[in-house]
């Protein structure tokens, strides 16, 4: 599978125009985020993703917490050069390795934050290291300082920012160059198009990595009803699976997979295509070499002026299809 390899911004990080969040493949405390996950097959799935030339994993602290980037070390081992790592700060975890749900941004903490990461994965540098979400009583300069001075230790190569408005993206990279910023995106969930964001990223050159694209899964198909998620699968708290938006959007994905059909492929491929078609990373979630490898396949995928104008109509921008956090996680949003 020949995976063309992008520009992720202009400050000269080049990566598969595909990665791998891997974020369901360990559990969070002692829930599951996806359902169970399986420790040799996520490594295999790790694996499989560069034979097949996708680098560019994703993970977080927050994950576990340390547990994926425990997982990642093991995945890279050997390979490290290889593989293009991009790791996330800014949940407050403590020193009993507690998440306390409080976002710390400060200097101090970014500093602790980076030296755990780079234990917890086994490596002297991160590739791209993200801030997760804005903490709204630290200055955004505060933060993205620290980091820039992480960039001249050589422990990260590039800055990256998380859930974040075009203000903040502004300031942060007066500061120091951002080279991407990462947000939920996908045919149901086109805030940061809304908002203005993507705009404001191509004009100064920084590029969009794009989390849950296939909609927390709704936009595989699979999902027909809210029983076909794990009692304790985190999305069931998500207003986007609940009562007052679920049989609707089912609606649209039948839709869409009316034309996957057409074209012969998946639906999950025809979402992935429809992001990559607008020059933006997309980060499939997954912990099994089989959905992987469909999902990579859609980076062969070429669709034509007709057939995005058809997505566009059966989900138009605006199209209210449940918020994609509950109340206490959108408060957390920049």
């Not at 520009?7 to 360990?26: H, I, K």
């Not at 995928?301 to 206490?328: C, H, M, R, W």
Request: charged share 25%; with cysteine.
């Amino acid at each position: 599978m020949d995976i063309k390899k992008i520009a992720l911004g202009s400050e000269g990080l080049r990566v598969a125009q595909m990665g791998l969040g891997c974020m369901g493949m360990t559990g969070f405390e002692d829930a599951h985020m996806y359902g169970p996950a399986d420790e040799q097959e996520a490594i295999a799935t790790i694996h499989r993703s560069l034979e097949l030339g996708g680098n560019f994993l994703d993970t977080a602290d927050l994950y576990g917490p340390f547990k994926n980037e425990q997982l990642l070390a093991k995945a890279i081992a050997g390979k490290r050069n290889e593989y293009t790592i991009a790791t996330k700060f800014g949940w407050e975890i403590n020193d009993q390795n507690k998440v306390t749900w409080a976002i710390n941004g400060k200097k101090d903490y970014v500093k602790k934050a980076v030296e755990r990461s780079l234990k917890n994965l086994n490596t002297d540098y991160i590739d791209l290291y993200y801030m997760h979400r804005l903490d709204k009583n630290t200055p955004i300069e505060e933060t993205v300082g620290a980091m820039a001075e992480l960039v001249k230790e050589g422990k990260i190569g590039y800055i990256g920012l998380s859930e974040v408005s075009s203000e903040t993206v502004r300031r942060a990279h007066a500061v120091h160059p951002v080279t991407a910023v990462q947000s939920e995106y996908s045919l149901f969930e086109r805030t940061v198009e809304e908002r203005g964001v993507l705009e404001t990223l191509k004009t100064l050159g920084i590029g969009f990595v794009a989390y849950s694209p296939l909609g927390r899964g709704f936009l595989s198909g699979h999902i027909k009803s809210i029983d076909d998620l794990p009692e304790n699968d985190f999305r069931r708290a998500i207003p986007r699976f609940q009562e007052a938006h679920f049989h609707k959007n089912i609606q649209l994905v039948e839709a869409i997979e009316t034309l996957a059909k057409q074209k012969n492929i998946t639906p999950s491929q025809l979402a992935l295509a429809w992001i990559m078609s607008k020059g933006i990373l997309p980060i499939p979630g997954t912990k099994r070499r089989k959905y992987l490898e469909q999902n990579l396949a859609s980076t062969a995928i070429v669709l034509n002026d007709a057939d995005l104008a058809q997505l566009e109509s059966i989900v138009p921008l605006g199209t209210d299809t449940g918020k994609p956090y509950d109340e206490f996680s959108m408060r957390l949003i920049d």
